[in-house]
C-alpha cells in the first residue's frame, strides 16, 4: 500500500508548486508520446521505396535481374507487396491491441513512471531493429514480422500510462479543452516522423527507423528522471474530477458523462470545508468491473470504427498519394502530414465544444456524419489541384481524427474517473486500455483491409472507409440519446418546468 496521503488545508486553492508541476507532466507525457507517434510513422514513408517504380529509375544496372523489380527491397519485389506491406502493419497493429488489453492491467499495478520509460526505451531499441535490416542486408520477411510483434506489444505501455499521469493531474473542468489540445501529440509526431523518415528515405532508408528510435529512447530517458505520476507525490492538492450538480438530486437526471454537466455550477465550500482522513488507496479495478462503467462498451465499439479509419490513413495515405497523385516518395510523405494537420485542429474543437455542451458522443456523432461525404470528396476531386488536396486533407484529417482524439483522451479520463467508482480512480488506466485496446483492434482491421481491397482499386477502400464511419455513429446512438434527453431536462428546469 502506498503511505497516508497529506491531504492539504483546501481542495480548491492548489499549492503554487502545483500549476508548475501540471505543466511538466503535461509536457513531458505530450513528448512521451510524440515521440510514440514519431516511431510509428516511418513505414508508410518507407513503404514507397521498399516497392518503388524501377523502370522511372533509369536502366537496369544488373543483367540478372527482373526489369521491372531490379530497385525493389525483397521480400517486397513481388507483385504481392500491397498484401505484404498489409501484412507487416498487421503484425504491428494486433500486437498492439492484445497487448493492450494487458497493459492496463499492469499499468494501475506498475509505477507509471517506470512503466513508462521502460516501454519507451523498448519501443526504441524495436524500431531500430527495423532500420537496421536495411545495413545488415536482412530480406527474410520472418524478420521484420517478428520485429513489428515486438514493438506492437511494447507500444503498449505508453497511452495507458500517459492517459492516467495527466487524469491524476487534472479534473473534470476543462478536460476535453486541455486534452484536446495535448492530444495533437498524435499529429505533431506522426508529422515529425514523416519528415524525418522522408529525410532518408530515398538515401538509405534504414536511418528512418534509426532515428526515430534514438529519439523514443532519449524521451524515456527524460521521463524516467523527471515524470510525477501523482499530486500527492510531491505534496499537492489532487483534482475533483466531479462537480456537484443538480442532477445529483434528481434521480431522473443523467450521471456525468450523459448531459450538460459543464453547464452546471459546482459548490466549492462543500470540498474545501469537508476535512477528510486519509484513507486507504482503494484496489484497482477488474477488467469486468471496468466493463460495467456507464458508457465504456458504447465507446469503446465506436473507437473500433473510427480508429479504423484514421490507421488506414496513417499507414496507406503516402502511398495512395503517390499511386493516385504520382508524386516522389518524399513529396507524398510531406503532404500526408497536412492530414495530421487537420487531426490537431479537429482534436481541440472536438475537446472544445464538447466541453461547452458536455456532449462528448453527440460531438464524436456529429463529426463522423459529416467526415463520411469528406471521404468521397476527397477520393473523387482531392487529387485535380494541389491548393484543393491540401484543402480537403485538413479537413478529412480534422473530422477524421476528431472523434478519436476526443474518445481516448477526455471520455477515457471521464470514464475511468466516473462517479459510480465513488472516488476510486485506480480505474483510468484499465479504462483507458479498453477503450484504446477494442479500438486498436480496427486499427489492425483497417491498414490490413486496405491491403486486400487495394488492388481492386481505390475506391473501394473509400467505401470501406465510410461504411467504418457510418458503422461508428451508429454504436453512439444510445448515449447521444441520453445526452439529448440530459439538455432536454436541463433547460426544461431552467425554465422551471417539473420533469416527469
Avoid at 505543466?23 to 507517434?37: E, N, P
Avoid at 530497385?71 to 492484445?98: H, Q, S
Avoid at 462517479?419 to 479498453?434: D, F, M, P, R, Y
Wanted: net charge neutral; glycine share 10%; proline share 6%.
Amino acid at each position: 500500500l502506498r503511505p497516508p496521503i497529506p491531504i492539504p488545508q483546501t481542495l480548491t486553492s492548489p499549492l503554487p508548486s502545483s500549476r508548475s508541476y501540471r505543466g511538466l507532466t503535461l509536457v513531458l507525457t505530450f513528448l512521451s508520446y510524440t515521440s510514440y507517434h514519431l516511431s510509428r510513422k516511418p513505414i508508410s514513408i518507407v513503404k514507397s521505396q521498399l516497392h518503388p517504380n524501377c523502370s522511372a529509375l533509369g536502366p537496369n544496372p544488373h543483367n540478372d535481374s527482373n526489369s521491372t523489380t531490379w530497385c525493389c527491397w525483397a521480400p517486397f519485389d513481388g507483385d504481392n507487396y500491397k498484401e505484404l506491406f498489409g501484412a507487416l502493419d498487421n503484425a504491428f497493429l494486433v500486437a498492439y491491441a492484445i497487448g493492450m488489453f494487458i497493459s492496463g492491467i499492469f499499468g494501475e499495478r506498475l509505477p507509471l513512471r517506470y512503466y513508462l520509460s521502460g516501454g519507451m526505451v523498448l519501443s526504441g531499441l524495436f524500431t531500430a531493429l527495423f532500420g537496421l535490416g536495411y545495413f545488415w542486408n536482412i530480406h527474410a520477411l520472418w524478420y521484420f514480422i517478428v520485429v513489428q510483434v515486438c514493438n506492437g506489444l511494447v507500444q503498449t505501455t505508453g497511452w495507458p500510462a500517459v492517459v492516467a499521469c495527466v487524469g491524476n493531474w487534472f479534473g473534470k473542468g476543462k478536460r476535453g479543452l486541455i486534452m484536446g489540445i495535448w492530444n495533437s501529440h498524435t499529429s505533431v509526431g506522426n508529422i515529425l516522423g514523416s519528415l524525418i523518415a522522408g529525410a532518408w528515405v530515398s538515401s538509405a532508408w534504414g536511418l528512418s527507423f534509426i532515428v526515430p528510435g534514438i529519439i523514443i529512447t532519449a524521451m524515456g530517458i527524460i521521463c524516467f528522471l523527471f515524470l510525477v505520476e501523482y499530486p500527492e507525490d510531491v505534496d499537492c492538492s489532487p483534482p475533483l474530477h466531479h462537480v456537484m450538480t443538480t442532477s445529483e438530486k434528481d434521480p431522473e437526471a443523467v450521471t456525468s458523462n450523459e448531459g450538460p454537466l459543464s453547464l452546471s455550477g459546482q459548490s466549492s465550500a462543500d470540498h474545501s470545508n469537508s476535512p477528510k482522513e486519509p484513507a486507504e488507496e482503494p484496489e484497482a479495478i477488474s477488467f469486468l468491473g471496468a466493463l460495467r462503467i456507464p458508457g465504456v462498451v458504447e465507446f469503446s465499439l465506436c473507437l473500433l470504427f473510427a480508429k479504423l479509419v484514421s490507421y488506414t490513413f496513417l499507414y496507406w495515405l503516402p502511398l495512395y498519394i503517390v499511386n493516385v497523385a504520382h508524386f516522389g516518395a518524399k513529396e507524398a510523405g510531406d503532404l500526408s502530414t497536412l492530414f495530421d494537420v487537420g487531426g490537431i485542429l479537429g482534436g481541440i474543437f472536438a475537446g472544445l465544444i464538447s466541453d461547452y455542451t458536455g456532449g462528448r458522443a453527440t460531438t464524436c456523432c456529429v463529426m463522423l456524419v459529416v467526415a463520411a461525404p469528406m471521404l468521397f470528396l476527397y477520393n473523387h476531386v482531392g487529387q485535380n489541384g494541389i491548393g484543393t488536396s491540401i484543402a480537403m486533407l485538413i479537413i478529412c484529417g480534422a473530422l477524421v481524427n476528431g472523434p478519436y482524439a476526443l474518445i481516448t483522451t477526455a471520455v477515457s479520463a471521464d470514464l475511468g474517473t466516473h462517479e459510480s467508482l465513488k472516488g476510486n480512480a485506480k480505474a483510468l488506466s484499465t479504462v483507458t486500455a479498453i477503450i484504446d485496446g477494442t479500438g486498436s483492434i480496427g486499427a489492425a482491421l483497417g491498414p490490413l483491409l486496405a491491403g486486400l481491397i487495394s488492388p481492386t482499386g481505390w475506391n473501394n477502400v473509400f467505401y470501406m472507409l465510410i461504411a467504418a464511419n457510418v458503422l461508428a455513429c451508429l454504436l453512439l446512438a444510445r448515449v447521444v440519446v441520453k445526452e439529448v434527453r440530459g439538455w432536454c431536462g436541463y433547460m426544461a428546469r431552467k425554465r422551471g418546468y417539473v420533469v416527469t
